[in-house]
């Protein structure tokens, strides 16, 4: 049984107004670009939306819808005409079809066109008695705690018919809410992080701190196969990593701080790139994949004394997840392979044993008096940070050109 259209609908219908307006325009521009290869009609009604599929499989379709924040669910409808006859007569199809043994259902009608002849509960009682004596599987009706609910919905134009629907991202329209830059290290919780604040709405650019040679250029690879990922679920399919050459000011790090200090000041250094490059690019907004854990790294003071270094929010989309949750999430967006290849980024190679659980701001602006030129570094490292647009079919591989991100860029950027 093929399915004539999919009827999908849209989130959080608090919104009113404008930007009920605004947030439905969006999501419909990020559906249109997510099906413009596919040979399927969007259809807008006033307060619905349906793609019509013209044999498409349903599975490429729900691939597709599953990539688009904004949808709240979606449903896969059969068309009837506007008598009983056609809705008896697809309702057994569809059930034939989808309805698995053991199942309970129930029939539930909806009569938007008020002039049809009669009302919603006549529609269910005066199909139902003709439907189930022709449902071929063993099922039982249960009007009370049904498993599925045969919905037949009669409107202007025709009558729709579907069993259930399909939870989609929900959330808001990616790029509704304006800009924010995300820090993205390769592992397992930035990604994560950033494809929560992108289904907020959140229009989302990496930030890595590459240290490449001191670190392999495979990690750096890590960033962009993650983007490559997460591109998917962004506007047009392209997600942009600021690539920010860290290894100098890493080794003044490395050289002069306490060993305690290291991640504190070396996190301090990178907000306070991040918000230099935000402000740069009109992004709103710095977002980490920190969470509040037993990490020295991610005690409150320590997050307190990083985040005081920069006047910008920093939003920590993780924040409440415990580490299952957050892997559990990677894997459904086929990330985890790609966070978990071994190849340490600059906050996890030379660590200290013994970070400082409860660094202070004081502490951290004291210990920065004892880099060389951090200022100019700074600035350096700003001018120096080249942006790449990254797309799902992205091919790249960095250790191509070398063994550092700035020998790769030197030949990418000319293609
Ligand atoms: P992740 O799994 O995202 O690496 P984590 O739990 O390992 O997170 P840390 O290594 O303590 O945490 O890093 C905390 C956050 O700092 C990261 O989630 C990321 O947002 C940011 N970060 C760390 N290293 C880098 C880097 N080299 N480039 C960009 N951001 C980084
Ligand atoms: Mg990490």
Redesign the pocket.
């Known amino acids: 049984m093929k399915y004539d259209q999919v009827l999908i609908r849209f989130g959080d219908l608090m919104l009113k107004g404008k930007n009920r307006y605004i947030f439905i325009k969006k999501t419909l521009q990020l559906i249109e670009q997510n099906i413009k290869d596919l040979n399927v009609e969007l259809i807008k009604k006033h307060d619905r939306v349906y793609l019509k599929l013209n044999d498409v499989e349903t599975q490429t379709i729900e691939e597709r819808l599953l990539r688009v924040s904004g949808i709240a669910s979606f449903s896969f409808v059969k068309i009837a005409e506007k008598n009983l006859e056609s809705i008896i007569e697809v309702g057994v199809e569809l059930l034939n079809s989808r309805l698995e043994d053991g199942t309970k259902f129930k029939i539930e009608t909806k009569r938007a066109d008020k002039r049809f002849y009669l009302t919603s509960q006549q529609v269910t009682l005066e199909v139902a008695p003709k439907i189930i004596p022709q449902i071929k599987k063993k099922f039982s009706v249960d009007v009370r705690n049904p498993d599925v609910i045969l919905q037949i919905e009669i409107r202007d134009e025709a009558v729709y018919l579907f069993l259930g629907s399909t939870k989609g991202l929900g959330g808001f329209p990616v790029g509704v809410a304006g800009k924010a830059l995300?820090?993205?290290?390769?592992?397992?919780?930035?990604?994560v992080?950033t494809f929560l604040a992108m289904k907020q709405g959140v229009l989302v650019e990496g930030?890595?701190?590459?240290?490449t040679p001191l670190t392999a250029i495979e990690s750096a690879q890590k960033?962009i196969d993650l983007a490559k990922k997460l591109a998917l679920y962004a506007p047009h399919h392209q997600f942009n990593v600021l690539m920010?050459p860290?290894t100098e000011i890493h080794q003044e790090i490395l050289k002069s701080i306490p060993n305690p200090y290291i991640?504190t000041i070396m996190?301090r250094v990178?907000f306070k790139i991040a918000e230099l490059l935000a402000i740069e690019n009109n992004a709103y907004a710095v977002?980490?994949?920190?969470?509040v854990?037993q990490?020295a790294?991610?005690t409150l003071p320590s997050l307190q004394t990083i985040e005081a270094v920069i006047k910008l929010p920093v939003l920590r989309p993780v924040l409440t997840y415990d580490k299952q949750e957050i892997i559990n999430l990677a894997r459904e967006l086929d990330l985890y392979e790609i966070?978990i290849r071994p190849f340490a980024?600059?906050?996890?190679i030379y660590v200290p044993k013994n970070p400082a659980t409860k660094p202070t701001e004081k502490r951290a602006l004291q210990y920065e008096r004892y880099l060389n030129n951090l200022d100019s570094l700074i600035e350096k490292a700003v001018q120096e940070t080249s942006r790449w647009t990254i797309k799902p079919d992205t091919d790249l591989e960095l250790n191509n050109y070398g063994f550092t991100v700035k020998e790769a860029w030197e030949v990418i950027k000319h293609d």
């Open positions: 995300s820090l993205l290290s390769g592992g397992i919780d930035s990604p992080a930030i890595h701190f590459e240290s960033v920010v860290f991640i996190r990178m977002i980490t994949g920190e969470s854990g990490v790294s991610q966070s980024d600059c906050c996890s």
